[in-house]
C-alpha cells in the first residue's frame, strides 16, 4: 500500500492515466487482503441463514468451512490467500503475499474476462470488474457462475473492516477535515458511506480516486449498501421488487430492485415506509454526481448518452443534466425517458439527488436560511422548496450566486417541461388532463392545454388543480425569464427575435414587450394563445411578475400589508394585492398616500396589459362570469368583452356592475389602459397628442385629445370607433368622465343629488348656469371649474347623436328611415335629420327643432357650423363672444377670403332662421313685442308644434316696406306714431334680413314653398347658379306675366312692394346704378327709401342723364309697379291707401280724391237748403195724425198685456 502510495507521488507530474492506474493498484492491495467480515456481513449470514442460495456449491462450502465463531470468513475466491485476523482497536492492515488472486485467472470468469475486456485490463481486478458490470448488462451477457463470483468478491469487499482501515490510510487528510466521517464508529461501514456522501469535498486525489472506485462497486447492486435491506425488506417483499422479470433476473440483479422501489416511491398511489424512502433518497443522493452509479439508469440510457451526449464528461452530475436537456427528444428512446423521468421525480423529492444543483446552491441555502432547523426535513429536501425560498431571496434584492441561479432555472424548466414531475398536478388534475389533454405530454404541452382550461376556453378546472396550477407558476416563475417556459419559448421565438430583440435575452421585459405586441400584425396565433395562457395565472398572484414585485414591495407592504414572496395568505382573493395597489396609484394627494414613482409606472404598465383580455382581470372574471355569458358569448375578439360589459352596465349584476364601473372609471383617468385603443389611434396621438401621450399622470387630457381630433385625417375607423364607444360609455355614469367627474363632483352633490347619469348631469347643471344667467344672479351656484368643463361636455355631446340619448331614442326610427346610410360621427345623421324635417315625426321633429333653437342661441354647440366654419372663426371672428359666432360669420359671409364651404353652411342656417323667428334669437329679441302686435293673426293660425315656415318674417317685411313708403308721405314721424311703427331694433333685423334675402331666394321660405314650380321652370339657369346674387329673384320680376299661380303671384308682388323700401333691397337695381346713386344721390342717407325716391326724381327730371343700364332698370321698374298696381287690387282700405301713396301718379290720384270730396260738400250743402222749406202746417198735421192713432191703440194695448 505505501509503496501505491509512493509510487502515486513519483508520478505526480504524469498525466491522468497514471493517477488511475496509482489508484487501480491501491485498490488491487486493498482488495488481496484476507477481508474479515463486519456487522453487516455478519447480517447478511444470518439473513441467508448462513447460506446464500446464489452462490455456487464449492462457494457455499467454503463459506461453511470458513465461518468460524468468531466471525471470521474464509477466502471467497479460488486460490485466494489467507490473512490473520486484525488485533482489537488496529487500524492498519498487514501486507499482502506475493500470490494474488485475479480475476482474470478465475475459471468461472476467465472466458468472459478474454471476450469483453481489453488485456492490458487482465492484471488488475478493478479494471475487469469495471469492465464487466458497465460494458454489458451481466445477466445478458456474462455467465451466471461469473456474476455470482462477482458479487460475491464485491460483498465481501465492502463489508471488510480491513476496507476502511485502507480508506483511514489514503483519505488520511481529508478524515481530518472531515470531522463527520473520522467520529464514525469504525467496523460497521459507514466511514465508507460517510466519505462517498462527502466526496465532493475531497480534495486528496488519491482518496478521491478510492472513493470514486468504492462507489462504482457499491452502487452495483443494492445489497452491498449497508442499512439498505434493513429498511427496505418488507417494502421489497410486499412491491415484489426482488422478483422483477422472473426468470430472468436474481434477486441482486444491478440497480433493478432500487429502480423498483424509486417508482414506487414517486407513484401517487403505492406507498413505502419512511425507513425505506430515507434510504432510497440516500441513494439517490450519493448517485447524484456519476451516471455510471444509476445502474438502472445507466443501463437504460447507455446508447442514447452516446446518441446526445457523447462528448459530455462524466462527473458532477453532468451526464445526467445532458440527458435531462434531451428527455423529449425524438430520437430518445421510451425506456431512457421512463428512467430519467424517474430520477427527476426523485430530484423533485430530494432536491439533493442532483448534485450539480445541491452542490451550486449549498452557499446560498445555508446563507438564506432555507435550511432551518425549526422545518421538517421533508419539506427541507423539497426541490419546490428550495426554488421558492431562493427565489425569494432573489426578488428581494439578496444575493444568489450565478452558478446556483443557473442550477435553478434548469430545473424550473424542467418542472415546466413535464407535468408528471408535480405529485400535485398528477394527483389533482388527472380528471381534467384525461378530459381534455390526453397525448400532450412533451414539451410543457399538458400544462399549457391545463391554462389553457383554467382560462375557460376549453371548460373548467377543479379547484385543486387551479390551486395546484397556481402554486407550480410560482414555484417556476417563468414571468422572471421567459425561457423556462419551453413552449412558450418555442412558440414565441420568432416574434422576440422581430418585436423584443432590442430587450437583452432573459429578461423579465421579455413577456412585457410580448403582450404589448399582442394582437398586432407582429403577433404569431401560436405565441399569442401560449402567452394568454401565461398571463392568466401570472395576472392571479402580482409576486409572479418580477418587475411589477420589485418596484411595488415597499408599497405592497405599506399600503396592503403583503408577506413574503414563498408566502401566500389564504385570506387574499386572487388579484387583491394588484386592486390595492391600483386603488392607491390614482389617488390624488388630498385623497391620502399615493404610489411611489416606479411602483406607478409598473401598475400603468400592467393596467394596459390587462385590458388587453378580460380573464387578465381576476377580480372581472370572477364577478362577471355569468353576465358575460349571458350578454357577451359572441364577443370573443380583442377587447371586446369588457365593451361589451360596458355597453349592458345598467344590465349587470351588482357585483359585476360595480367592478366593471371601476374600471371604466379608472379607464377615464388613464385611457392609455386601454392598449388596443391606444394602438389603432397611434398615428394620431403621434401627430396631435405626443406631448400628453409623454406625461406620466393622464388626467383624461389624452381622451380629450382624441376627440378634438377625431375626424382629422390621421384618425382610422378602429380609433374612431373606439373614441366612440368610450364617450357612449362616459353618458352611462358621469364618474366615467374623469375631468368632469373632478370638476364638477362638489356641484353634482350639491345641486344635482341622486342624479348619476352623464347627460342628465349636464342638463342639471346646464339649466342652472342658464337659470342664474338670465335671472343676472351675482354668484353663479355652479363653480367656474365646472362651468368651463360642463362647455367641454356639452360641444362634445354634440358630435355624436348617440351622445344624447334622449334625442336618439325619440328619432330611432326616423334615422332608420331616412338616414340609414349617413354614419353617425361627426354629427351627419343630426344634419340629415335637419335636412328631412318636414317628414319627421312628430316627437323627433320636436327634440330636433329644441336642438336647433339651441344651437342657434348658443352657435358654439353648432358642432357643424363649428368644425366646417372652423379656420373662417380664427379669421373673422377671433375676438367675437361665443354666442355671437353665427351673427359674426354672417356679416363677413361674401368676404373675399371666406372658405366656399364655410360660405354655403353660414347660408343654411340662415335658411333655418328665416323658417321660424324662434330660431333666430337675435330677432326673436329685437321683435319681442312687434311679433304680437302686427302679426298675431298669423301666430293664431298655426297650431301647435308646427313650425312657422316664415310667415312671421314676411309678416314683418311687409310690415317695414308699407311703414317706409307710407312714411314718404309727409314729414317723418307725423303720419305714422310709434304706435303703428316696428321698433327701432326690430326694423334693423328686418332691414338685415330683406337685404340678405334678395340676394339669395332660397333665404324667404314663402318664396320657395310657393314659387318652386315657377323657380324650375321659368329660372331653372339662375337657380342652379354656384353663387346666388339675387338673379332668381330677377327673373320671378321680368317673367311676372307668365306665373299663373296665386299664391307665387303674390310672393313676387309683395317682393316688389318689399323692393321699393330702398334700393339695397334690390341688388340688380342696386349694382346697376351704384355710379348715379355716388353721383346723384350722395348727399342721401341710405334707408327708409330715400335713395330710391332720389333715383326716380332724377329718372323724371330731363336735365339729369343717368347711366343707361340703371335708367333701363329704374323703367322696368316703374313697369313692374304699375302692373303690380293693376293686378294686385286692393284688400281693404288701408291697402286701397297704400298703393295710392306708393303710386307714380298719386298727385294726380290726389287732386282727383280731393275734387271728389269738394264736389260731395257742395251737394250735401244744397240738399240741406231745399229740405228746411217744409211748411210748419204740415208738420203740426203730422203730429196730430200720429197722437190720434196712439190714442185709438191704447186700449187694445193694455188688454193684451193683462193676458
Given at each position: ?120 485490463t ?5 479494471a ?62 459507514y466511514?465508507?458511506?460517510c ?35 434493513d ?73 442514447d448518452?452516446e ?31 421512463e ?45 419546490s ?68 382550461v ?14 395546484s ?59 399569442e ?86 380573464k ?38 351588482v ?20 392598449a ?40 382610422n375607423?378602429?380609433?374612431t ?82 351622445l ?12 332608420e ?28 321633429h ?87 302686435k302686427?302679426?298675431?293673426?298669423v ?103 307668365k ?15 318689399e ?123 203730422f203730429?196730430?195724425q ?18
Amino acid at each position: 500500500m505505501a509503496a501505491c502510495g509512493r509510487g502515486s507521488l513519483v508520478l505526480a507530474a504524469a498525466g491522468d492515466w497514471r493517477w488511475l492506474r496509482a489508484s487501480h493498484c491501491l485498490l488491487a492491495a486493498v482488495a488481496a487482503l484476507v477481508l474479515l467480515p463486519g456487522d453487516c456481513a455478519v447480517q447478511q449470514l444470518d439473513r441467508n441463514r448462513g447460506r446464500d442460495p446464489n452462490l455456487l456449491p464449492h462457494q457455499n462450502q467454503q463459506l461453511d468451512a470458513g465461518h468460524q465463531g468468531n466471525g471470521q470468513v474464509a477466502p471467497q475466491a479460488p486460490g485466494q490467500p489467507q490473512f490473520q485476523p486484525r488485533p482489537p482497536g488496529q487500524a492498519q492492515f498487514q501486507a499482502p503475499r506475493k500470490n494474488i488472486w485475479r480475476i482474470s485467472e478465475e475459471p468461472l470468469c476467465h472466458e468472459d474476462v478474454v471476450r469483453l475486456c481489453p488485456k492490458h485490463t487482465w492484471q488488475n481486478n478493478f479494471a475487469v470488474l469495471e469492465c464487466l458490470q458497465d460494458v454489458r448488462e451481466v445477466d445478458d451477457e456474462i455467465s451466471s457462475d461469473c456474476n455470482h463470483l462477482l458479487w460475491n468478491y464485491k460483498f465481501n469487499l465492502t463489508t471488510d473492516p480491513k476496507f476502511e482501515a485502507a480508506a483511514g490510510e489514503v483519505c488520511k487528510v481529508t478524515l481530518g477535515e472531515v470531522k463527520e466521517c473520522a467520529e464514525q464508529e469504525p467496523g460497521k461501514g459507514y466511514v465508507i458511506s460517510c466519505l462517498i456522501e462527502h466526496r465532493a469535498n475531497i480534495t486528496e486525489y488519491q482518496c478521491r480516486q478510492f472513493i470514486t472506485k468504492m462507489t462504482a462497486i457499491i452502487f452495483s447492486d443494492y445489497q452491498l449498501i449497508c442499512g439498505f435491506m434493513d429498511s427496505c425488506k418488507n417494502d421489497i417483499n410486499q412491491l415484489k421488487c426482488g422478483s422483477i422479470r422472473p426468470g430472468e433476473k436474481d434477486a441482486h440483479s444491478q440497480g433493478e430492485v432500487v429502480s423498483c422501489l424509486e417508482k414506487a416511491l414517486v407513484s401517487e398511489d403505492k406507498i413505502i415506509s419512511d425507513n425505506c424512502k430515507k434510504a432510497i433518497l440516500r441513494v439517490a443522493e450519493l448517485s447524484s454526481d456519476d451516471f455510471h452509479l444509476d445502474r438502472h439508469l445507466y443501463f437504460s440510457c447507455r446508447d442514447d448518452r452516446e446518441r446526445f451526449c457523447e462528448d459530455i464528461q462524466g462527473g458532477e452530475g453532468r451526464v445526467y443534466k445532458c440527458l435531462f436537456n434531451h428527455k423529449f427528444e425524438e430520437a430518445m428512446s421510451d425506456k431512457c425517458r421512463e428512467a430519467l423521468t424517474t430520477r427527476q421525480k426523485l430530484i423533485v423529492q430530494d432536491y439533493k439527488v442532483s448534485y450539480s444543483l445541491a452542490k451550486a446552491c449549498k452557499n446560498d441555502l445555508r446563507k438564506n436560511r432555507c435550511n432551518a432547523e425549526n422545518l421538517p426535513r421533508a419539506r427541507e429536501a423539497r426541490l419546490s422548496y428550495l426554488l421558492l425560498c431562493l427565489e425569494s431571496a432573489v426578488h428581494r434584492g439578496r444575493q444568489v450566486s450565478g452558478e446556483c441561479q443557473g442550477e435553478m432555472m434548469d430545473y424550473r424548466r424542467m418542472l415546466m417541461e413535464d407535468f408528471s414531475l408535480s405529485p400535485e398536478i398528477v394527483l389533482n388534475c388527472r380528471g381534467e388532463i384525461e378530459l381534455h389533454c390526453s397525448g400532450l405530454h412533451r414539451k410543457g404541452r399538458t400544462l399549457h392545454c391545463l391554462m389553457r382550461v383554467g382560462r375557460g376556453d376549453k371548460g373548467s378546472l377543479g379547484q385543486n388543480c387551479q390551486q395546484s396550477l397556481q402554486s407550480l407558476i410560482q414555484e417556476t416563475d417563468p414571468g422572471a425569464d421567459y425561457r423556462i417556459d419551453r413552449a412558450l419559448n418555442e412558440a414565441c421565438e420568432s416574434v422576440i427575435q422581430t418585436a423584443c430583440k432590442h430587450i437583452r435575452n432573459g429578461d423579465p421585459m421579455i413577456l412585457s414587450c410580448l403582450m404589448e405586441h399582442l394582437y398586432t400584425e407582429k403577433m404569431v396565433e401560436d405565441c399569442e394563445h401560449r402567452l394568454l395562457e401565461l398571463q392568466y395565472f401570472i395576472s392571479r398572484d402580482w409576486k409572479l411578475d418580477p418587475v411589477l414585485y420589485r418596484k411595488c414591495q415597499g408599497d405592497a407592504s405599506r399600503l396592503c400589508h403583503t408577506q413574503g414572496w414563498n408566502q401566500t395568505s389564504e385570506m387574499l382573493p386572487p388579484g387583491a394585492v394588484f386592486s390595492c395597489l391600483y386603488r392607491h396609484a390614482y389617488r390624488t394627494e388630498e385623497q391620502g398616500r399615493r404610489l411611489s414613482r416606479d411602483c406607478r409606472a409598473e401598475i400603468q404598465r400592467i393596467l394596459h396589459q390587462r385590458a388587453l383580455d378580460v380573464k387578465l382581470e381576476p377580480a372581472l372574471q370572477e364577478r362577471c362570469i355569468i353576465d358575460l355569458g349571458k350578454w357577451c358569448s359572441e364577443k370573443t375578439d380583442a377587447g371586446q368583452e369588457l365593451e361589451c360589459l360596458q355597453d349592458h352596465l345598467d344590465d349587470l349584476a351588482v357585483d359585476c356592475r360595480e367592478i366593471v364601473g371601476n374600471l371604466t372609471e379608472l379607464e377615464s383617468e388613464d385611457i392609455q389602459i386601454e392598449a388596443l385603443l391606444m394602438r389603432a389611434c397611434d398615428p394620431v396621438i403621434q401627430t396631435y397628442c405626443h406631448e400628453l401621450a409623454d406625461n406620466q399622470i393622464d388626467s383624461g387630457d389624452l381622451m380629450e385629445c382624441l376627440v378634438q381630433n377625431k375626424h382629422q385625417k390621421e384618425m382610422n375607423d378602429k380609433c374612431t370607433v373606439g373614441v366612440t364607444h368610450f364617450q357612449l360609455i362616459q353618458m352611462k355614469d358621469f364618474r366615467f368622465s374623469y375631468k368632469f367627474k373632478m370638476a364638477c363632483k362638489e356641484d353634482v352633490l350639491k345641486l344635482c343629488p341622486n342624479i348619476k347619469k352623464k347627460v342628465d348631469v349636464v342638463i342639471c347643471l346646464s339649466t342652472t348656469v342658464r337659470n342664474d344667467t338670465l335671472q343676472d344672479t351675482k354668484e353663479q351656484r355652479v363653480s367656474i371649474k365646472c362651468r368651463k368643463q360642463l362647455r367641454v361636455e356639452e360641444l362634445e355631446m354634440t358630435e355624436d347623436i348617440r351622445l344624447e340619448p334622449e334625442l336618439y331614442v325619440s328619432c330611432k326610427t326616423d334615422i332608420e328611415k331616412h338616414c340609414q346610410n349617413v354614419p353617425f360621427g361627426n354629427a351627419q345623421v343630426v344634419e340629415c335629420l335637419k335636412d328631412v324635417k318636414k317628414f319627421l315625426s312628430t316627437r323627433c321633429h320636436d327634440k330636433i327643432f329644441k336642438l336647433q333653437e339651441t344651437e342657434m342661441s348658443d352657435p358654439e354647440l353648432d358642432y357643424t357650423l363649428m368644425r366646417v366654419c372652423k379656420q373662417m372663426i380664427k379669421r373673422y371672428c377671433a375676438d367675437a363672444d361665443s354666442k355671437n359666432v353665427l351673427q359674426c360669420l354672417k356679416q363677413n359671409k361674401n368676404a373675399e377670403l371666406m372658405d366656399p364651404k364655410c360660405k354655403q353652411m353660414i347660408t343654411k342656417r340662415q335658411i333655418t332662421q328665416n323658417t321660424d323667428y324662434r330660431l333666430n334669437p337675435v330677432l326673436r329679441k329685437a321683435c319681442k313685442a312687434d311679433i304680437p302686435k302686427f302679426c298675431q293673426s298669423v301666430l293664431n293660425n298655426v297650431k301647435d308644434g308646427k313650425e312657422l315656415e316664415g310667415l312671421v318674417v314676411s309678416c314683418l317685411k311687409l310690415k317695414y316696406a308699407d311703414q317706409v313708403l307710407t312714411g314718404q308721405v309727409g314729414h317723418e314721424g307725423d303720419n305714422f306714431p310709434e304706435l303703428h311703427r316696428l321698433s327701432p331694433d326690430c326694423e334693423d333685423q328686418i332691414r338685415v334680413i330683406i337685404q340678405e334675402s334678395a340676394l339669395d331666394y332660397r333665404l324667404d321660405p314663402q318664396l320657395q314653398i310657393h314659387c318652386t314650380k315657377e323657380i324650375n321652370s321659368l329660372c331653372a339657369e339662375e337657380a342652379a347658379a354656384q353663387e346666388q346674387t339675387g338673379q332668381v329673384e330677377e327673373c320671378l320680376k321680368i317673367n311676372l306675366l307668365k306665373i299663373t299661380g296665386e299664391s307665387c303671384k303674390k310672393e313676387v308682388l309683395n317682393m316688389l312692394q318689399e323692393s321699393k323700401a330702398d334700393i339695397f333691397v334690390d341688388p340688380v337695381l342696386h349694382a346697376a346704378c351704384g355710379l348715379d346713386i355716388k353721383h346723384q344721390c350722395a348727399s342721401i342717407l341710405p334707408g327708409k327709401g330715400r335713395q330710391m325716391s332720389c333715383l326716380l326724381e332724377a329718372l323724371e327730371d330731363k336735365t339729369i342723364r343717368l347711366q343707361p343700364d340703371c335708367k333701363k332698370r329704374l323703367q322696368d321698374r316703374l313697369e313692374m309697379w304699375s302692373y303690380a298696381a293693376k293686378v294686385a287690387p286692393a284688400e281693404g282700405f288701408s291697402d286701397l291707401a297704400y298703393q295710392v301713396m306708393t303710386s307714380p301718379s298719386k298727385n294726380y290720384l290726389m287732386g282727383l280724391l280731393a275734387l271728389g270730396v269738394c264736389i260731395l260738400f257742395l251737394l250735401g250743402m244744397t240738399c240741406g237748403r231745399i229740405t228746411k222749406r217744409v211748411t210748419r202746417e204740415l208738420k203740426d198735421r203730422f203730429y196730430l195724425q200720429n197722437k190720434c192713432a196712439s190714442q185709438q191703440l191704447l186700449p187694445q194695448l193694455q188688454s193684451d198685456s193683462s193676458l
